[in-house]
């Protein structure tokens, strides 16, 4: 077996030791002679795969019986439309913040189905910070509050949260598991698998369970997280495969000491990674300091021209997938929890040598 660093955004890299086990079960599931594939929703087998699953889930981010966890299907943009058919039935009034490329995504869908208000945008830079809390104009009366913690594309972190009471929803994709978070702070978290968590196909939603049973009327049952709740996320046919994958994903991450451990890792990870890319005065990275993301790396080469070989050489050395995003342009490393030390050192000795070479 030879694997490469893989650097993707999403699908992105998978622990390597989860794979394995999925792969010594693969075919024969703890001798029941069948794949987790091939049972049913319905079986014994399925229902404690699952209830596990949520178990590990519930410890590491500490989630308390206040709040539902969801395994649905539809990704994260899925979920642009279940956030405002589930929590402005009542209330049209919502308001978002406009942090990069994934809450236009989201304010785009909402405006289909509720009165937004965007009330703070950093477009004007390019979605290289995140506007002030002070300068916000936000709604007296909104339903919820919805944020994008990590903005995947232009690499940029919320390190602070919306003050007040109103519900607050985050669009966790690319940060969930990073590190350790108060789920109580929100009233919605929902992310996509494919980044953090498992494989695609699978959509992680912790509800507030007070938030539940206000959809409007014209939810699609399939949207309705109340509906999902109350089926143990078992109202159709869930993923079932991705659920047990994320499972291992889980249960690997409590292995190694839960998030306190993994957001230690990631930390150095990243702090090595900003670190060698400040100080080269070859390469840059375009995001404020403050509102640098853990997980997402965007950065340019002092000459664009250079792009090309960058990645071809890249690939040759078994650094894959670190072609920036065409809104940011220049590269981008997306370094997840499965991403391990080495290859940002790996990356790093690359990165020198390039340079080196051509600077
Ligand atoms: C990847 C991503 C999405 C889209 O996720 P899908 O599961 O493909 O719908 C949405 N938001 C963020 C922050 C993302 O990183």
Request: glycine share 8%; charged share 20%; hydrophobic share 45%.
């Amino acid at each position: 077996m030879s694997r490469v660093f893989n650097f993707c955004a999403g699908p992105a890299a998978l622990p390597e030791a989860v794979l394995l086990k999925a792969q010594a079960d693969l075919a024969d599931w703890q001798g029941c002679g069948l794949s987790v594939m091939e049972m049913s929703h319905r079986s014994d087998e399925i229902v404690s795969i699952a209830n596990a699953a949520e178990a590990s889930l519930r410890r590491l981010l500490s989630i308390s019986d206040d709040y539902a966890v969801l395994f649905l299907q539809g990704g994260a943009s899925q979920q642009f439309a279940a956030v405002p058919l589930n929590l402005a039935g009542q209330n049209p009034v919502v308001d978002y913040v406009n942090t990069g490329q994934w809450s236009k995504k989201a304010i785009a869908e909402a405006k289909r189905f509720a009165d937004v208000a965007v009330v703070a945008s950093s477009e004007d830079r390019n979605f290289t910070y995140v506007p002030d809390q002070s300068a916000w104009a936000r709604s007296d009366n909104a339903a919820y509050i919805h944020i994008c913690p990590n903005e995947t594309i232009g690499g940029v972190a919320f390190h602070e949260l919306p003050s007040g009471d109103t519900p607050i929803v985050a669009d966790m994709s690319s940060t969930i598991l990073s590190q350790p978070i108060d789920v109580n702070d929100y009233g919605v978290i929902y992310a996509g698998a494919q980044k953090n968590i498992g494989p695609a196909g699978l959509t992680v939603v912790i509800a507030r369970r007070d938030l539940l049973g206000k959809a409007s009327a014209h939810c699609p049952t399939m949207l309705d997280w109340k509906v999902a709740a109350d089926n143990d996320s078992m109202y159709n046919t869930p993923p079932t495969f991705a659920i047990y994958l994320a499972g291992l994903v889980f249960e690997w991450l409590e292995e190694l000491g839960g998030l306190t451990a993994m957001a230690e890792i990631n930390q150095r990870k990243a702090g090595k990674l900003y670190g060698y890319i400040d100080g080269s005065g070859f390469y840059a990275n375009p995001v404020a300091l403050a509102n640098r993301s853990l997980m997402n790396v965007p950065f340019t080469l002092a000459d664009a021209s250079l792009d090309k070989a960058f990645l071809a050489g890249a690939d040759a050395a078994g650094l894959l997938n670190l072609k920036g995003h065409r809104s940011v342009g220049g590269m981008r490393a997306s370094i997840y929890n499965a991403v391990p030390e080495a290859a940002i050192d790996a990356l790093i000795d690359y990165m020198r040598d390039f340079a080196a070479k051509n600077g």
